[in-house]
């Protein structure tokens, strides 16, 4: 390449460059772009679909501040400019707001919910009023009497708006200096003041959050599996994770199926919550006030059980999943009764399981059984030892316990699919008599305000880790409760009971941890270093996701539970990762599984002092069998499953009107085609207009 040919490349790529550079500034004029957003997404299931979705290039609308009910004629009738992109504040964000919205799509671009900062004086639960209804134990050949909450209504304030499908997007934008340029944009130019019209140019929002699944999870299964290219696209995906477990006495994980002479009662809760949006599932009440006192119950059992084996083993388990049709539940039944887990059916003596106990009226406490199954005689007899051996615990506690009406069904609970497989004894401790005290079922507001946890104004974040909460003190009075009931049900000796109490220290901790910020010096103790971005400096998000590696609830849980119930064996990191004792040691990692944790840093130092953890705590798949299967439209399992989507942003800027944006149309093609006819003229006469006189040259022969 001559000289000439590379200056006119270097040309070129200087000109590229700055085109480019000036786009991007000119973009950045043009649009402001929402730094917090979080999309309602599409949801499907073996009959329909739900949830929300833009167009592919994105939603416009102009703006409009939904200010009361009654300015909904502005967006559906009356307005000069639609399609509208609705601003709700949250008193607005209702069922019959929504609806409307919904029904009027055509004149509707989307919705952007204003979240706030504080929790609404009502209740407001978008689950529907009766969670899970068919895929319970209760159905019409169970017993009809008590299928679909015939009996009891368990949400009643429930609304079943995230149950919904919208032909437009839907995002939550936080109360923050966005949703301040957002209202300062609509008052400055989309507002009508005194009836008048609004003038061009007006406030416009754009949201994206295209789905690529549609139907149903059969259709959009069936899609995945078509393989027109070495990377196919994938367009949903199962929702899923991993159930965690462990037990107080180490068993054979290798050896799958029965095991000859175990009992085992399991003590069980829910780690899984959701809301509206999916990136927002705060779960204090509905999940965290549970699996938290299971945990602090555990922690209580640790010395105990070490001490005095009770002769059944207690197996603590934490299901994923079980706000979509009981996926972590269903799945261990499944494996159970499939030889694939531990222990099997027929190793069940009995299940306990801790649901919402963060809201107790009176200190009281509801022991809910299944009336069906108890008309079993020998199943009734052991109910009736359980709740003795609760109502016994709670003598010394300060907590009462008492048993609702003996023909109530069971509340919506995990345990209900182990009843599906056979009769078993068993309870659900509950905060509520009959319908749900929690008054933010499955929603946003379901956060630590409402659990009512709160710190002094000048505390540091250390400083509120410690600080012992009143709803700390409460959940370690109920954890004590189960940890001293569950050790007489498995056959412990009465002597130890009074030494089985739980560290509201632990309680406070995982409170905080959960519900106001995971990235605290606790957890940074036991997780290791490569598990420390799962950290962060925001209540934990509690929706189960996709089937494809473990949430950041399921690992601060496992490594949780290792924590408060294993030990630390003095081995070196080496042998801690190849889970072994020592190098001649190849029978422990069936029995038991280590954890190298990167632990504290001594005074004066910033280097951490990891240490190896030695438990019983396992991960155990938490899919529907419906995947397994390939029974995408099963009623017995959940088949569940969430669209991918490529890009998820808002932003607003100006827009003008209809006819100055043809006109700047019709200009900009009459400019090209001027442009078109003048090269073309040039480039016709080119040779008379550039060609310059020239002299013959003088031939030589």
Request: proline share 5%.
């Amino acid at each position: 390449m001559d000289l000439q040919s590379n200056k006119w490349m270097v040309n070129l790529l200087v000109c590229c460059f700055f085109i480019g550079v000036g786009c991007n500034s000119v973009e950045k004029k043009i649009y402001i772009h929402l730094n917090y957003t979080v999309p309602c997404v599409r949801l499907l299931n073996a009959t329909h679909q739900i949830g929300c979705q833009s167009s592919l290039s994105g939603d416009v609308g102009v703006l409009h501040v939904l200010e009361s009910e009654e300015n909904l004629d502005w967006v559906l009738h009356s307005g000069l400019n639609p399609p509208y992109l609705v601003i709700l504040e949250y008193p607005l964000f209702t069922r019959s707001v929504m609806m409307k919205l919904k029904n009027g799509s055509s004149r509707v671009a989307g919705v952007a919910v204003v979240a706030p900062n504080t929790n609404p004086p009502e209740g407001f639960s978008p689950h529907t009023s009766c969670p899970n209804e068919n895929t319970g134990v209760y159905t019409d050949t169970y017993d009809p009497a008590l299928a679909h909450c015939n009996m009891t209504v368990w949400n009643p304030l429930g609304n079943g708006l995230s149950y919904e499908e919208y032909d437009f997007p839907i995002f939550s934008l936080k109360d923050d200096n966005d949703t301040r340029v957002i209202r300062q944009c609509y008052f400055d130019h989309n507002r009508a003041v005194n009836g008048s019209t609004p003038q061009y140019p007006l406030c416009a929002m754009q949201l994206y959050s295209h789905m690529s699944a549609v139907t149903d999870t059969a259709t959009c299964m069936r899609r995945n599996d078509i393989n027109f290219s070495i990377s196919p696209e994938m367009v949903c995906d199962p929702l899923g994770d991993y159930n965690v477990w462990a037990s107080t006495r180490p068993l054979n994980n290798t050896a799958k199926g029965h095991k000859m002479w175990e009992s085992v009662v399991i003590l069980a809760a829910r780690l899984d919550s959701r809301s509206f949006f999916f990136d927002i599932a705060p779960g204090a009440e509905s999940g965290v006030s549970g699996f938290v006192t299971l945990l602090a119950a555990a922690h209580a059992l640790r010395n105990a059980t070490q001490e005095a084996q009770p002769n059944r083993t207690i197996l603590y388990t934490f299901f994923q999943g079980e706000t979509f049709d009981y996926i972590g539940s269903s799945r261990m039944v499944y494996d159970m009764q499939n030889n694939q887990f531990t222990v099997d059916m027929d190793n069940v003596h009995s299940v306990v399981e801790i649901g919402q106990v963060g809201l107790r009226a009176d200190s009281k406490l509801w022991l809910h059984s299944d009336p069906v199954s108890r008309k079993n005689s020998s199943v009734n007899d052991e109910v009736r030892k359980l709740i003795d051996n609760f109502q016994s615990a709670a003598a010394g506690v300060g907590v009462s316990v008492e048993e609702p009406s003996f023909s109530q069904p069971l509340p919506p609970s995990s345990f209900q699919r182990f009843l599906r497989a056979r009769p078993i004894p068993g309870v659900v401790i509950e905060d509520h008599k009959s319908a749900f005290t929690n008054s933010f079922y499955e929603s946003m507001y379901d956060t630590a305000e409402y659990l009512n946890i709160s710190y002094p104004s000048n505390l540091t974040p250390e400083e509120q880790l410690e600080f012992v909460t009143d709803t700390a003190k409460a959940l370690t009075e109920v954890a004590t409760l189960v940890a001293r009931a569950l050790y007489m049900q498995a056959g412990g000796a009465e002597p130890q009971l009074s030494s089985i109490k739980a560290d509201p220290q632990i309680v406070t901790g995982m409170l905080y941890g959960f519900l106001v910020r995971s990235n605290n010096s606790w957890f940074q103790q036991i997780l290791p270093s490569d598990l420390m971005s799962h950290l962060a400096d925001r209540p934990t998000n509690f929706y189960v996701g996709v089937h494809q590696q473990s949430s950041e609830p399921t690992l601060l849980v496992q490594y949780l539970l290792a924590n408060l119930t294993g030990n630390t064996p003095n081995i070196t990191q080496n042998d801690c990762q190849n889970q072994r004792e020592d190098e001649k040691d190849t029978e422990s990692k069936h029995m038991y599984t280590y954890m190298w944790v990167q632990g504290t840093a001594p005074p004066n130092s910033t280097k951490r002092e990891g240490f190896c953890v030695r438990s019983t705590v396992r991960l155990s798949k938490a899919l529907s069998p419906a995947f397994d299967l390939r029974e995408y439209t099963s009623k017995d399992y959940s088949t569940w499953t969430e669209s991918r989507w490529k890009t998820i942003k808002g932003r607003i800027f100006l827009v003008a009107s209809h006819e100055l944006e043809m006109l700047t149309l019709g200009v900009g093609i009459a400019i090209l085609i001027s442009s078109l006819l003048i090269t073309y003229i040039v480039s016709s006469k080119a040779d008379m207009l550039f060609s310059a006189g020239r002299e013959p040259a003088n031939a030589t022969y």
